[in-house]
C-alpha cells in the first residue's frame, strides 16, 4: 500500500489523470509515452500528424506534462513520488530505471508499465536522472554525490578484478567497497545499497552461475556459443547431449540471436574444455573427464591406480567419472585378451603386469 492508493491502482490513476487533459495534449502524451501500444512518436511525426512544428510538439508536451503535476494534486500522485523516494534512498539514493518499474508495479516486464512509470518520474520535480554511460545504466536520484559514489565503488571493483584476474564474492564485494565513501560509516554503506549499485552497474556482472566478474570476461558476459555452451554445462553440473545444451542456451539467454543444434554441436568439437563422453553427450574437461575410447579410458584406469589388480566394479566406478557409457560397454572392453587378464571373482590386471 503506498499510503491511500495501492500498487495495483497506480495505473489505473495515471490514466485517469490523462483522461482529464484536453484532447490534443492528451493525445500527444499518449504517443510520446507509448501509453497507446504503437511505440514511442517522435516529435516529428505527431507534428506531421497535426500539420504543426516539432517545436510545437514540444511546447504541448511540456504544457501537458505541467497541468498534469496540477491534476495529479487532487489523485494522491504526492503518495507515489514519496513511495519512489522511500525506494530510492533504501537502496543507496540511486537507482535505475527497470527497478523502479519492478518496486511500482508486479507484471514489471509489460511495457506499458515502464512507460507509466517514466510519466511519473517526468512528473516529479525533485528527482533526477543520469543518462546511461558505457558504466551505468540510467540511473535516477536525489542527490548527485551518490552517483559518483556508484563511480567511485566501479572503479575500486575494476581496479581489484584487473589485479587479481580472478572472480569475487558478493560478500567480498561487500567489504572492498564499504569504504568508498569516506564521508560516512562503512556500516551505512549497507549489503542493500551494493546490491542496488550493482544492478545499476554495467562493469561488474553476475553470471548464471553466480559468480562476479568484469563483464569483458567471456565466462561472465559470454558472447560466443562456445562460452554460453561452457555456462550451460557449468549451470547444470551435469553431462548434456549437445541439443539439450542447445535449447539451455535458448533458454538462458532469451531475447538473444537463437542457437541451433548443429554450430553447438561443431563449436563443441573444436573447444578442448568439452569432451565427447556418449553419444552426442558431451562435458567439461575439468571435471575429470577425458577423450579416447572406453579402452584407452580403462587403461588410463590402471595407470592412476596405486594396485596392480582392480575387481571389476571398481573399474567400472572409475571409468563413469570420466565417461558418460554403459557399463555393459566398459565390462564387454575388459574382455579384450590383448589388454586385460581376468582372474578369479572378476578381478582384473593388465597383460603386461
Given amino acids: 500500500m503506498i499510503k491511500n492508493i495501492k500498487k495495483e491502482d497506480i495505473k489505473k490513476v495515471i490514466l485517469n489523470m490523462i483522461q482529464e487533459l484536453p484532447e490534443r495534449s492528451r493525445n500527444t502524451i499518449e504517443k510520446r509515452f507509448n501509453l497507446d501500444g504503437k511505440g514511442v512518436k517522435t516529435l516529428d511525426s505527431i507534428g506531421k500528424e497535426y500539420n504543426i512544428t516539432r517545436e510545437r510538439v514540444r511546447q504541448i508536451e511540456r504544457e501537458a ?27 543507496g539514493g540511486i537507482i535505475s530505471e527497470d527497478k523502479i518499474v519492478t518496486h511500482l508495479f508486479e507484471e514489471k516486464n509489460e511495457e506499458i508499465n515502464k512507460q507509466i512509470s517514466l510519466l511519473i518520474l517526468s512528473l516529479d520535480d525533485r528527482i533526477k536522472k543520469e543518462k546511461e554511460t558505457k558504466l551505468h545504466k540510467k540511473l535516477y536520484f536525489y542527490e548527485k554525490g551518490n552517483v559518483e559514489k556508484l563511480r567511485d565503488m566501479i572503479d575500486t571493483l575494476e581496479k581489484h578484478l584487473h ?109 578442448k574444455r ?24 580403462i587403461m588410463e584406469v590402471f595407470k592412476e591406480s596405486d594396485r596392480e589388480e582392480l575387481s571389476q566394479d571398481d573399474i567400472v566406478k572409475e571409468v563413469l567419472k ?21 582372474l578369479p571373482d572378476k578381478i582384473y590386471r593388465l597383460k603386461n603386469k
Fill in 274 to 297: 568439452f569432451v565427447l563422453v556418449g553419444r552426442g553427450i558431451y562435458a567439461l574437461k575439468e571435471w575429470g573427464y577425458r577423450p579416447g575410447t572406453v579402452l584407452d579410458v
Fill in 65 to 91: 506534462l505541467i497541468k498534469l503535476k496540477k491534476i495529479g494534486k487532487n489523485h494522491n500522485i504526492a503518495n507515489i513520488f514519496q513511495f519512489i523516494e522511500e525506494t530510492v534512498n533504501r537502496h
Fill in 163 to 271: 589485479d587479481n584476474k580472478k572472480d569475487i564474492d558478493f560478500d567480498d564485494i561487500v567489504i572492498l567497497v564499504s569504504g568508498v565513501d569516506k564521508n560516512e560509516k562503512d556500516n551505512n554503506f549497507s549489503k542493500e545499497h551494493v546490491k542496488s549499485y550493482l544492478e545499476a552497474n554495467k562493469v561488474v556482472l553476475k553470471n548464471i552461475i553466480g559468480n562476479w566478474g568484469h563483464e569483458r570476461w567471456p565466462h561472465i558476459n559470454p558472447r560466443s556459443i562456445r562460452d554460453k555452451s561452457y555456462l550451460a554445462l557449468k549451470k547444470n553440473k551435469n553431462p548434456l547431449h549437445f541439443t539439450e545444451i542447445t535449447n539451455s542456451i535458448n533458454e538462458i539467454w532469451k531475447g538473444k540471436r537463437r542457437a541451433n543444434n548443429q554450430t553447438v554441436h561443431n563449436e563443441l568439437i573444436k573447444d
Fill in 322 to 342: 570420466k565417461r558418460k557409457v554403459k557399463n555393459n560397454t566398459i565390462i564387454l572392453n575388459l574382455q579384450n585378451k590383448n589388454y586385460f587378464v581376468k
